[in-house]
C-alpha cells in the first residue's frame, strides 16, 4: 500500500499529549486496532475449534507466534528505514485485507483449518514489522516531556481493547457465526488507517531519504551495538528481561493453578485477574494525567522491586479478598515500571535507531518471555506453587536491582 506522506508538523512547542490532535488521532487509530485484534482472537479460535480438534485448534493459535519471534528484529529495521507511521498504516492495511478475505471465504463455504492457519501466519509476519512500527510512533508524534502521558493514554487503550473485545467478538460470534466476528474485526482495524494517514509526524534524520543505507544486516547489528554501548538502554533491557521472566510464569501458569488448589475456581481466577487488571489500569491513568515522573529510573527500579514482593506473597494468600488485593498492587507497580521502561526506551534511544531499539525490547517480552510458562509448570509439579512464586519474584526483582544499581539508569530522567 502507498500511504499518503503528509509534510512534518512544524516545530512547536509541546502541547499537552491529551490537546494534541495527532495524539488524539493516533490513539483513537490504536485503540481501533488492538480492539480488532482481541475480536480476531477470539473469532480464530472459535473458528479454528468449530473446524478442527482441539489440538489442532491449538496449533492454529499458536502458528503466529513462530514468524513474529523470528522476523521481529528484522522488522526494526523496516520500521527504521521505512519509517514507523508508514508502516503501521502498511500493517494494519495487509491485517485488514486478511481478515476481510477470510472472513468472504468462511461466509461461502466451509474451508477446514487451512486458511485460519494461514491468517495466523499472515498476522504474525506482519506483526513482526507492526510491533516495532507502533512502539516508536509516539515519539514521531509528541514530544519527548509527553512521552510518559502517552503511555499512560496507550495502556488505558490496551486494558479497554481487552475488556470490550471479548464481548465484542462474543456478540459478533452470536450474530453470524465466526464469518460476521471476523468481519467485525477487519472494520475495526479498518478504521485506524484514516485515522494513521492523518496524523502529522515529525522530520527525525532517518527519515532524508539521502541519507547513506547498509544493508539490513549491518543496520540490525547497529542497532544492537547502539543498545549495548548506550549507558542506559543496555542494563535497561536487562531490567525488561529480568522482570519478564519473573512475572510471565505466576501471572499465566501459576495464577491458574493457584486458583485450582485453593479451591476459587474459575471465577476466582477471573477475580483475581480482575484485580491485576484494575491496578493496570490504574498505574496508566495516573501516568496520562499526571505526565512527568521525575526520577524515572529511580521510581521504575522501586516499582519492580517492590512489585517482586507482591507476586511473592501472592503465593501465599490464603483468602480470594486478599488475593485480589495482592494482584491490584502487582497490577499497579508492573503497570507502572512497564510504562516508564517503555518511556525511557523511547527517549534515550536515538531516534534513527528506535524501531531495531523497539523491536529488541519486544523479542524479549514477545518471543523469549513466554518460554518461561513451560518451566514454571514443571517445577510447581516438582515443588510446589510457594518456592516457584518466590524464585520467580527473585528474578522480577533482580531486574529491579539492575535499575538501582546502575547509575545510568537510576539517573536517568524522562525530559519534561
Given at each position: 500500500m ?5 509534510p512534518?508538523?512544524p516545530?512547536r512547542?509541546?502541547r ?16 481501533s ?7 480476531y482472537?477470539?473469532a ?5 475449534v468449530?473446524?478442527?480438534?482441539p ?13 513474529r ?14 519509517g ?8 494494519d492495511?495487509?491485517?485488514c485485507?486478511?481478515?476481510l478475505?477470510?472472513?468472504a471465504l ?9 486458511p485460519l492457519a494461514?491468517?495466523a ?5 506482519v ?14 508524534i ?7 502521558r502517552v ?13 470490550a473485545?471479548a ?11 465466526a464469518p460476521a466476528?471476523?468481519a467485525?474485526?477487519?472494520?475495526l ?9 492523518s ?10 531519504t ?6 539490513a544486516?549491518?543496520?540490525l ?12 538502554l ?15 510464569g505466576?501471572l ?7 486458583a485450582?488448589?485453593?479451591?476459587w475456581g474459575a471465577?476466582?481466577m ?6 491485576f ?13 499526571r ?20 507476586i511473592?506473597?501472592?503465593a ?18 508492573a503497570?507502572?515500571s512497564?510504562?516508564l ?6 527517549t534515550?534511544a ?23 510458562m513451560?518451566f ?5 509439579g ?16 533482580l531486574?529491579?536491582?539492575?535499575a538501582?544499581?546502575?547509575p545510568g539508569?537510576?539517573?536517568?530522567e524522562?525530559?519534561g
Amino acid at each position: 500500500m502507498t500511504a499518503t506522506v503528509l509534510p512534518p508538523a512544524p516545530a512547536r512547542p509541546d502541547r499537552p499529549a491529551h490537546r494534541d490532535p495527532d495524539v488524539l488521532r493516533w490513539l483513537g487509530a490504536y485503540t481501533s486496532s488492538m480492539l480488532g485484534d482481541s475480536v480476531y482472537y477470539l473469532a480464530l479460535s472459535w473458528a479454528a475449534v468449530q473446524a478442527g480438534s482441539p489440538a489442532r485448534a491449538g496449533l492454529v493459535m499458536s502458528a503466529s507466534a513462530l514468524p513474529r519471534a523470528v522476523l521481529l528484529l528484522g522488522g526494526g529495521v523496516v520500521a527504521d528505514r521505512l519509517g514507523p507511521r508508514r508502516v503501521v498504516i502498511g500493517s494494519d492495511a495487509v491485517r485488514c485485507a486478511a481478515v476481510l478475505t477470510v472472513a468472504a471465504l468462511l461466509f461461502l463455504t466451509s474451508p477446514g483449518l487451512w486458511p485460519l492457519a494461514l491468517l495466523a501466519l499472515v498476522f504474525g509476519t506482519v506483526d513482526a514489522v507492526f510491533l516495532p512500527a507502533v512502539g516508536a510512533l509516539p515519539a514521531r508524534i509528541t514530544g519527548t516531556g509527553q512521552l510518559a502521558r502517552v503511555q499512560g493514554m496507550r495502556g488505558l487503550a490496551i486494558r479497554f481493547a481487552n475488556v470490550a473485545g471479548a464481548p465484542l467478538g462474543g456478540l459478533g460470534v452470536a450474530v453470524g457465526g465466526a464469518p460476521a466476528a471476523f468481519a467485525l474485526a477487519g472494520v475495526l482495524i479498518a478504521v485506524s488507517v484514516p485515522l494513521l494517514i492523518s496524523v502529522r509526524v515529525r522530520d527525525q534524520p532517518a527519515d532524508r531519504t539521502d541519507a547513506p543505507r547498509g544493508t539490513a544486516w549491518s543496520e540490525l547489528r547497529d542497532g544492537l551495538r547502539h543498545i549495548r554501548r548506550h549507558r542506559v538502554l543496555a542494563p535497561l533491557m536487562l531490567a525488561i528481561a529480568l522482570g519478564d521472566f519473573g512475572f510471565v510464569g505466576p501471572l499465566n501458569v501459576g495464577l491458574t493453578l493457584l486458583a485450582d488448589r485453593r479451591g476459587w475456581g474459575a471465577p476466582g481466577m477471573g477475580w483475581v485477574l480482575a484485580g491485576f487488571g484494575a491496578g493496570a489500569g490504574a498505574a496508566s491513568l495516573l501516568l496520562a494525567v499526571r505526565g512527568r515522573v521525575p526520577r524515572a529510573g529511580l521510581v521504575t527500579g522501586c516499582a519492580c522491586v517492590a512489585g517482586s514482593v507482591a507476586i511473592g506473597a501472592l503465593a501465599f494468600v490464603p483468602a480470594l479478598a486478599a488475593a485480589v488485593g495482592v494482584a491490584l498492587l502487582v497490577g499497579l507497580l508492573a503497570g507502572l515500571s512497564g510504562a516508564l521502561c517503555g518511556a525511557l526506551l523511547q527517549t534515550q534511544a536515538d531516534p534513527a535507531y528506535l524501531g531495531r531499539v523497539t523491536a529488541v525490547a519486544g523479542l524479549v517480552s514477545l518471543g523469549l518471555a513466554p518460554l518461561s510458562m513451560p518451566f514454571a509448570a514443571a517445577a510447581i509439579g516438582v515443588w510446589g506453587l510457594g518456592p516457584v512464586f518466590v524464585v520467580s519474584a527473585v528474578v522480577c526483582g533482580l531486574g529491579g536491582a539492575v535499575a538501582l544499581l546502575v547509575p545510568g539508569l537510576r539517573r536517568a530522567e524522562i525530559p519534561g
